[in-house]
């Protein structure tokens, strides 16, 4: 073990793949923040530590068991209009699915809901919020798992790259999340991200080979940053000419 980390290839591979890591896992940090925002303030920072510890935990199980995550389940348990489904796939329409419906319920509610209706079903439960975090982390840790396969060769320093990059992440969790809460507009794009990357995760489980082709996830984060940037000097803009930003129906405030 000690020998491995003697070696600068070890090095390089561990800060090559932690940087991966983190960049791979800004939808999950936006995803938590969004959802941890329905909280009472004094739970939010709570919530989005259970979700990203939570997130290493499964991370590090996925990596113990990434033989047979890589081989094994891309295997087709049966088949759909002569197309195989695998349990990968499954996981990743699943996915794609739920932030789908839970993204566009997040606009809708942004947007249209009426507050009074929402008051009457009542606070959101810390563990509704805590399990939905865990579902989406499932689906979000393979495209860690496959990284690191490509990225590294030796599991300890899969595991200590996924380390690192939680602890960064969670070190900036609360910047983002408070930064996401305080510009409705941000949250909005926030949230039509994850409706982008929630398309994306069904292509990727109905036709891993589309995915990979044309390279989907860097137009996504291209797109997105660039997106981003453009709403940072909108802000800016606002700012010097003292311009109230749009309000949206923010319910859970």
């Not at 090095?11 to 983190?22: G, H, K, N, Q």
């Not at 994306?200 to 996830?217: C, D, H, Q, S, V």
Request: proline share 3%; aromatic share 12%.
């Amino acid at each position: 073990m000690l020998e491995l980390f003697l070696k600068p290839e070890t090095w390089l591979s561990l800060v090559t793949l932690t940087v991966m890591e983190i960049v791979l896992g800004i939808d999950n940090v936006i995803f938590i923040s969004l959802v941890s925002g329905k909280l009472e303030r004094v739970e939010q920072n709570k919530a989005r530590k259970i979700g990203l510890f939570l997130a290493l935990f499964i991370r590090v199980i996925l990596l113990s068991f990434i033989s047979y995550i890589v081989q094994q389940m891309k295997d087709p348990i049966f088949y759909l209009m002569d197309h195989g489904i695998s349990w990968r796939d499954i996981i990743l329409l699943a996915g794609g699915l739920f932030l789908l419906y839970k993204s566009s319920m997040e606009i809708y509610e942004l947007l249209e809901y009426d507050a009074d209706e929402h008051s009457k079903n009542g606070p959101v439960k810390f563990w509704n919020v805590v399990m939905q975090v865990i579902l989406i982390d499932i689906v979000f840790s393979f495209d860690s798992i496959i990284t690191a396969v490509g990225l590294a060769q030796d599991l300890p320093v899969m595991i200590l790259a996924v380390i690192f990059s939680m602890f960064i992440m969670l070190f900036f969790s609360g910047v983002i999340s408070n930064f996401i809460n305080k510009h409705p507009s941000v949250k909005l794009l926030a949230l039509a991200f994850l409706v982008v990357i929630g398309i994306m995760l069904l292509i990727e489980g109905w036709n891993p080979e589309i995915a990979e082709k044309y390279n989907l996830k860097s137009y996504v984060y291209f797109a997105m940053t660039f997106t981003i940037c453009i709403e940072l000097l909108n802000m800016r803009l606002r700012k010097k000419n003292d311009t109230k930003p749009v309000e949206l129906k923010d319910i859970y405030k």
